[in-house]
């Protein structure tokens, strides 16, 4: 757009330049001074006469319009002037015009080679190199970095966050431990990666001593959405079931989680959350872990979508 609008201003100029070449043009007869004109030609006078005597005189023309020189000058050094002025204006649309052509040429060829996933790096990038990249899954959304991991035939594209540690829970309270997730970009741009490549997955596990997670309503996460959700990695959206609770392998089967189990041994609840609707987890909940004896630590890793 803004090359176009350059170039209607370049064509404004050209017909202001005409304009002004039409009055720098003096005729020839403002320069004529004095009685210089032609004579008129006599009524009477026939050009296919035969000669013969010499006819009587002509009629005297009238006298012309005696003109002014110095107002003829001034008036042509005026538009002079103007000329150059709009020689220079010219110039500068000129150069304008011939920026902007190149800074679109130079977005046309970024455009090319923007990434929208790791998927791309093979095929614009020419190599399978394991690192960080520059993608933008979708035009709403800016573009943002991404770790890109390649395994023979697929790929992985992995965003991080600021709690990738395992972190203790140390109150005692119904979901009285409150973590917020501060990702390495925002939410559009994780939900515009889902959409694009989908198989998007992000694991989450609990390691327990004596502190539940479902069972009495302890433990919670959120959605990416704010929703507050009740099941865990692994339990296929199973209302307050973990992996344990889906394999029917739980350390007590009247609970759907080993951790509910409650019963002093150190247990683990693990697996991946795979439903894309609700990822990337944004907050987690827990308690029941201040009392002697009793401990919770919690880890969530990035998420990962497998191309």
């Known amino acids: 757009m803004k090359l176009i ?19 720098c043009t003096v005729p020839l007869s403002a320069l004529q001074c004095g009685d210089n004109q032609q004579p008129a030609t006599h009524p009477s006078y026939n050009q296919n006469a035969i000669p013969g005597k010499r006819g009587a005189p002509g009629i005297k023309g009238e006298k012309g319009e005696t003109g002014n020189i110095h107002d003829v000058r001034a008036n042509f050094t005026r538009n002079a002037a103007r000329l150059d002025r709009v020689e220079e204006r010219l110039n500068q649309v000129e150069e304008l015009c011939n ?16 990434l929208r996933s790791c998927q791309d790096v093979p095929t614009k990038l020419h190599h399978r190199r394991n690192g960080l990249y520059t993608i933008q899954p979708d035009d709403s959304v800016r573009p943002f970095t ?16 600021d709690a990738e540690d395992e972190t203790e829970v140390t109150c005692d309270a119904h979901r009285c ?23 998007c997955r992000q694991f989450i596990k609990y390691r327990c001593h004596g502190s539940m997670l479902f069972r009495d309503q302890y433990a919670r996460w959120l959605s990416w959405d704010g929703e507050m959700q009740i099941y865990w990695g692994g339990a296929n959206q199973q209302p307050n ?5 889906v394999a029917g392998n739980c350390a007590n089967s009247a609970f759907k989680c080993n951790c509910d189990a409650n019963d002093g041994v150190e247990r683990e609840d693990s697996g991946y959350l ?12 827990f308690g029941d872990a201040g009392n002697p004896g009793e401990y919770g630590f919690y880890t969530l890793g990035k998420l990962e979508c497998m191309g």
């Open 274 to 285: 795979t439903y894309e609707d609700h990822l990337p987890v944004h907050t987690l909940y």
């Open 146 to 161: 991404v770790d890109c991991s390649f395994q023979g035939s697929s790929v992985i594209t992995s965003i991080g966050h």
């Open 99 to 114: 920026k902007t052509r190149m800074e679109l040429l130079e977005q046309q060829l970024a455009d090319r080679n923007q």
């Open 177 to 199: 431990h409150r973590q917020e997730i501060h990702y390495n970009t925002g939410f559009p741009q994780m939900r515009a990666l889902i959409e694009l490549i989908g198989n």
């Open 241 to 245: 079931s973990c992996a344990c609770g």
């Open 5 to 23: 609008l350059s170039c209607l201003l370049l064509s404004v100029v050209f017909l202001h330049l005409a304009s002004c070449y039409q009055q």
